[in-house]
């Protein structure tokens, strides 16, 4: 019997704490496998938010920093100089890359910093209680937009992925989602060629993942995976942004 | 004899860094310690070593935390307002338990403030301005050649306690021109390594760089484990000097360049008969109590001066004990004392002046 | 013929493995683990209809599947 599918080795035995459903374990899965398939385990440095996914250094079998709320790129820019052969990645939520962590995500971008992101989209606050986020749909009723966000008062949500396009640094972006079969090898494919990049220097990498959280969303697992495809992806379309190699080349 | 050189303070602790190794400087622009990060940007390319602009204080004080957690030897500097904007980032370093030096020139506060020298950030500095019990050491120079001394030696304390080190100047210390020489010369690669570093686990178990400890009793432990490292710099790290203490009547204490028109006032109140003596704490933190319990014994009163509205005079009203009384005297906003203010201040003092 | 192995302390009853599997093979049990979940699991009798496609695996967000596969003879 040939082993088709099993916990990749780069993805620790612990157990994770996230809540029944949520989206962030298909995504921790998706970096080891990347992480095994490329045989870096031993090179690779990662640098896990603060959000539901602070507790990321525990889940994954590499070295790994735990940074201050949004500041992971800047983190993240600190490791890769001093470390230019490692791979480096921050794995961050809305609240942290798009809400506190807005500069240092932008100025990351700007200076084509040579490392990859893992932008969870799941457009809300999900460790503290499901506060309203950047990234929150007009309409969703969250505990700090209780009678649904209104653009007069709160704005539209923010396109991260696009506002980062502007910039020459961002030599790979992409948003991917995880609702089936189909979008999940997407979105692997995605996450492999933003790790590609970074190993041939070309610049900047993210890869944005409309995710799901049931628990703050007040929704069924499956329930909350039917929402992205039909509320989210209109508003946040699926696709390669920015492939730098296909656009030959950094720009000089 | 290493030769000397005439340079402005900002640059030569720029220089006193890469001298001793430091390869990686986060900054950014803020009067007066532009031409620090300017200087590295110039120098740091010429040994192999990264230079950045941070797109704010916040961002540059995690690229040290990134980069000291990979193990480099690493620095930032900025001047107040910047300080207090890295300020969480320190707590953060301490509580991950990383080596880096921080140097503020400090200017005139509270606020935007204004751009001349100040020592109004001595509770911030000595007290920790971010959140939690923790301590940085600090270093406090009263000319360009100490600045550069104590700048290599913070590396190694820092490296020997994993944690933050904080040179405080003042905006004359850094815009100062004065003769000095670099009496260390250490590269990278004489360092020794660091195992915790988050480098890659290659043949090892991951490390992990983190103060995150949800559960109370497991980070009551790790801040124990700070405390016992503050308790040993106390004890080894403490550093003063003292001038024609063992007679005097009265004791003048200060920090920094105003020691050095302290001094000035000393050499007057001497001339017309006062035994004046000068304690100089040179560490803010630890604190040198033990010297100015002694002196308290015996003096008729202390005077402290500082450009601040008094914020060191408490750490020697609290060595003091209330053996003697214990004045301050100060000058803020970036107003440098005069030694003639000090000595008439000393008079009025010494003739029962309160 | 391949097979799915399901680690039932690990799983989270979250429900989404049964709808991906083209077999529709798998289960949600009565019984709860030790975290209070109803874990995932597959009868052993409808085992042989396991075409080891791991869209379960691929959907689990705990990684609670292994699937296996017979080797290809040439």
């Known amino acids: 019997m040939k082993l088709v599918a099993k916990r990749p080795k780069a993805l620790a035995e612990k157990p994770m704490h996230y809540c029944p459903g949520c989206t962030h374990g298909i995504t921790h899965r998706l970096i080891a496998e990347v992480i095994d398939e490329m045989d870096i385990q031993?090179?690779?440095?990662?640098?896990?938010?603060?959000?539901?996914?602070?507790?990321?250094?525990?889940?994954f079998n590499i070295d790994m920093q735990q940074a201050a709320h949004g500041r992971a790129p800047a983190v993240a820019t600190g490791i890769k100089r001093v470390l230019p052969e490692n791979f480096v990645f921050t794995y961050q939520g809305d609240g942290d890359l798009a809400s506190i962590g807005t500069a240092e995500i932008v100025h990351a971008a700007m200076r084509g910093e040579k490392f990859t992101v893992v932008f969870i989209n799941n457009a809300i606050y999900g460790m503290t209680g499901g506060q309203m986020a950047p990234t929150t749909m007009v309409g969703q009723k969250t505990a700090t937009s209780p009678y649904g966000r209104e653009a007069a008062h709160a704005g539209y949500p923010m396109r991260v992925v696009e506002m980062l396009a502007t910039l020459p640094g961002a030599a790979y972006l992409a948003r991917v989602g995880l609702f089936n079969?189909?979008?999940?090898?997407?979105?692997?494919?995605?996450?492999?060629?933003?790790?590609?990049?970074?190993?041939?220097?070309?610049?900047?990498?993210?890869?944005e993942f409309l995710s799901t959280c049931p628990t703050n969303w007040g929704m069924a697992p499956l329930d909350a995976l039917k929402w992205v495809e039909e509320e989210m992806v209109p508003y946040y379309p699926l696709g390669v942004i920015r492939d730098i190699e296909e656009e030959g080349g950094p720009k000089k | 004899?290493?030769?000397?050189?005439?340079?402005?303070?900002?640059?030569?602790?720029?220089?006193?860094?890469?001298?001793?190794?430091?390869?990686?400087?986060?900054?950014?622009?803020?009067?007066?310690?532009?031409?620090?990060?300017?200087?590295?940007?110039?120098?740091?390319?010429?040994?192999?070593?990264?230079?950045?602009?941070?797109?704010?204080?916040?961002?540059?004080?995690?690229?040290?935390?990134?980069?000291?957690?990979?193990?480099?030897?690493?620095?930032?500097?900025?001047?107040?307002?910047?300080?207090?904007?890295?300020q969480e980032g320190i707590s953060y370093l301490a509580g991950s338990e990383l080596p880096c030096v921080i140097v503020n020139i400090t200017r005139g506060g509270p606020g935007l403030g204004g751009i001349q020298p100040a020592q109004s950030d001595y509770f911030q500095a000595t007290r920790g301005g971010g959140h939690g019990d923790y301590y940085t050491p600090v270093l406090a120079p009263q000319s360009v050649q100490e600045a550069v001394d104590l700048t290599m030696d913070a590396f190694d304390i820092a490296d020997k306690y994993r944690n933050p080190v904080l040179v405080l100047g003042d905006g004359m210390i850094g815009q100062m021109m004065e003769p000095v020489e670099f009496k260390k010369e250490i590269t990278p690669d004489q360092l020794p390594e660091k195992k915790w570093a988050t480098n890659g686990a290659a043949g090892r178990k991951p490390n992990i760089i983190n103060s995150?400890?949800?559960?109370?009793?497991?980070?009551?432990?790790?801040?124990?484990?700070?405390?016992?490292?503050?308790?040993?710099?106390?004890?080894?790290?403490?550093?003063?000097?003292?001038?024609?203490?063992?007679?005097?009547?009265?004791?003048?204490?200060?920090?920094?360049?105003?020691?050095?028109?302290?001094?000035?006032?000393?050499?007057?109140?001497?001339?017309?008969?006062?035994?004046?003596?000068?304690?100089?704490?040179?560490?803010?933190?630890?604190?040198?109590?033990?010297?100015?319990?002694?002196?308290?014994?015996?003096?008729?009163?202390?005077?402290?001066?500082?450009?601040?509205?008094?914020?060191?005079?408490?750490?020697?009203?609290?060595?003091?004990?209330?053996?003697?009384?214990?004045?301050?005297?100060?000058?803020?906003?970036?107003?440098?004392?005069?030694?003639?203010e000090i000595l008439d201040n000393l008079k009025r003092l010494a003739g029962g002046g309160k | 013929?391949?097979?799915?192995?399901?680690?039932?302390?690990?799983?989270?009853?979250?429900?989404?493995?049964?709808?991906?599997?083209?077999?529709?093979?798998?289960?949600?049990?009565?019984?709860?683990?030790?975290?209070?979940?109803?874990?995932?699991?597959?009868?052993?009798s409808d085992m042989e209809k396991c075409i080891g496609c791991a869209f379960c695996y691929e959907i689990c967000p705990d990684a609670v599947i292994e699937v296996y596969k017979e080797e290809k003879t040439k």
């Not at chain 2, 192999?48 to 500097?77: C, D, H, K, P, W």
């Not at chain 2, 484990?225 to 003048?252: G, W």
């Not at chain 2, 009203?317 to 970036?334: D, N």
């Open chain 2, 1 to 86: 004899m290493t030769e000397k050189i005439l340079m402005k303070g900002n640059e030569a602790i720029a220089e006193a860094g890469i001298r001793v190794g430091c390869r990686y400087f986060f900054g950014y622009p803020i009067t007066p310690q532009n031409e620090l990060p300017a200087y590295m940007s110039r120098r740091l390319p010429e040994v192999q070593g990264t230079f950045l602009q941070a797109e704010s204080e916040v961002a540059a004080i995690n690229m040290v935390y990134g980069a000291a957690g990979a193990g480099g030897r690493v620095m930032t500097s900025s001047s107040s307002p910047g300080i207090s904007l890295k």
């Open chain 2, 212 to 340: 995150l400890r949800l559960q109370p009793e497991k980070l009551e432990e790790l801040n124990l484990k700070l405390q016992e490292k503050y308790m040993a710099m106390k004890k080894a790290e403490v550093r003063y000097e003292t001038d024609n203490i063992e007679d005097a009547e009265y004791i003048l204490v200060a920090f920094g360049t105003t020691a050095r028109i302290v001094k000035s006032a000393a050499d007057m109140a001497r001339e017309v008969g006062m035994k004046v003596g000068i304690i100089r704490p040179i560490t803010l933190f630890p604190f040198p109590e033990d010297v100015i319990a002694k002196a308290s014994e015996k003096a008729r009163f202390i005077l402290t001066v500082e450009m601040s509205l008094g914020q060191m005079v408490e750490d020697v009203r609290l060595s003091a004990k209330g053996r003697c009384p214990v004045y301050f005297q100060g000058r803020t906003g970036g107003v440098v004392p005069k030694p003639g």
């Open chain 1, 42 to 59: 031993e090179k690779t440095i990662g640098i896990a938010p603060v959000g539901c996914a602070v507790f990321a250094y525990d889940y």
């Open chain 3, 1 to 44: 013929m391949p097979k799915v192995i399901f680690d039932s302390e690990r799983c989270k009853g979250c429900g989404l493995c049964p709808t991906v599997c083209p077999k529709e093979i798998i289960k949600m049990s009565d019984r709860i683990n030790s975290k209070g979940y109803h874990p995932a699991y597959v009868d052993d």
């Open chain 1, 181 to 207: 079969n189909r979008e999940i090898k997407k979105a692997k494919k995605a996450l492999r060629r933003s790790f590609e990049i970074q190993e041939k220097g070309l610049g900047f990498s993210l890869v």
